[in-house]
């Protein structure tokens, strides 16, 4: 059963990692062209290419709906409400900014849904046993439309009800569990931090924490949860590239896994986890653990981060103050040791396939 999810998200992530690798090396280097001053953020160089990069992660929801729509046999075209629902700007304008919204008697709460992953892929999923019905007893002469408007009808209630607030909710209860652990002992709640951070990316609920993060630094001057996740995500990369070198014979693969250490090198790592270690199972959990060793360094230095910026090394200035040197130690801690024991745990599974792969040819 957990094989056969495994095998359906990746085959939902698939067709479009490459498209993910892309836009994630595009937007580094206009970020960074902006940095060293070659581009100004006001250019239209900047401003268009940030747009294709950054809003392919925004606009994900509605790539996932046509790969989902493919892997689970739904209408793309009644997949795609879905998204257009979610992001509507109108919706985006209430429900990502705090507020709530009335729903046939009952509320709709404050949810991101931009470059959220959970919602949509229910949703889909949920679809699929709507249709059913729809195509058996849905007559000819009125099932082009009747059926969107059925589905929507039924789908979209329940996805902004209750598969919308999913990933806010995870990601709100860790935070709290968070603070609670960091009162108590920051080493821990850095080892806590770095652990569960990736796979928050996973289900969307990390968005739950980046408001926390800026209203911390818009308080206080500093935030000190960031800087707990800096080893996660070079523990991703890390991982990636022992992936990569551990594939002998299948070279698409192995490209795919040297693109997504590559960008999550850069700070983005959803390559990485979609791509390569979600699937592989155990270069993911050895990229938490070596995020969770990381953090623990973070949180017994005391770093904190002075605006935001999800951590690599090309926004470390962010992270410059007391405990600098042990956020930069953090990420390097955090891809050796990532990639060491997924060279350990992986081995003798890469050997299986790679016979497995020699047999059938």
């Given at each position: 059963m957990y094989k056969k999810v495994i095998d359906q998200i990746s085959g939902i992530f698939f067709p479009i990692i490459?498209?993910?690798t892309?836009?994630?090396i595009l937007k580094s280097v206009v970020v960074l062209a902006a940095q060293f001053g070659w581009i100004t953020q006001e250019s239209g160089v900047y401003q268009i290419f940030y747009a294709v990069?950054?809003?392919f992660f925004y606009f994900l929801p509605f790539f996932l709906a046509i790969t989902a729509a493919k892997q689970w046999?739904?209408?793309p075209f009644i997949s795609l409400l879905i998204p257009i629902a979610m992001l509507y700007p109108e919706v985006v304008a209430v429900l990502e900014n705090g507020g709530t919204m009335p729903f046939l008697g009952l509320t709709i709460p404050s949810t991101v849904y931009h470059s959220s992953v959970i919602p949509v892929l229910m949703a889909v999923g949920l679809l699929h046993f709507v249709e059913k019905p729809c195509d058996k007893y849905l007559g000819e002469n009125i099932k082009g439309f009747m059926k969107p408007i059925l589905c929507c009808l039924i789908v979209l209630p329940i996805t902004f009800l209750v598969f919308g607030p999913i990933g806010s909710l995870i990601g709100d209860v860790l935070t709290k569990v968070f603070f609670a652990?960091?009162?108590?002992n920051a080493i821990v709640a850095g080892a806590f931090m770095g652990f569960v951070m990736q796979p928050m990316v996973v289900v969307g609920a990390h968005w739950s924490v980046v408001p926390v993060s800026i209203n911390n630094i818009a308080l206080q001057g500093y935030d000190v949860i960031m800087p707990l996740v800096g080893a996660a995500v070079y523990g991703q990369a890390g991982a990636a590239l022992a992936v990569a070198l551990n594939y002998k014979k299948d070279k698409k693969k192995k490209s795919i896994a040297y693109q997504a250490s590559l960008t999550a090198a850069l700070g983005v790592t959803?390559?990485?986890?979609?791509?390569v270690n979600v699937p592989l199972v155990k270069p993911m959990l050895a990229a938490c653990i070596s995020g969770a060793v990381g953090g623990a360094v973070v949180g017994a230095a005391g770093t904190h981060c002075t605006s935001f910026a999800f951590p690599s090394f090309l926004t470390s200035v962010a992270y410059v103050g007391p405990g600098f040197l042990p956020f930069l130690l953090s990420m390097v801690l955090g891809?050796?040791?990532?990639?060491l024991l997924t060279m350990v745990l992986c081995r003798k599974g890469f050997e299986e396939s790679e016979q497995a792969k020699e047999g059938e040819a």
């Open positions: 490459n498209s993910i892309g836009a994630s990069a950054d809003g046999k739904t209408d652990i960091y009162d108590w959803e390559p990485a986890l979609f791509g891809f050796v040791l990532s990639f």
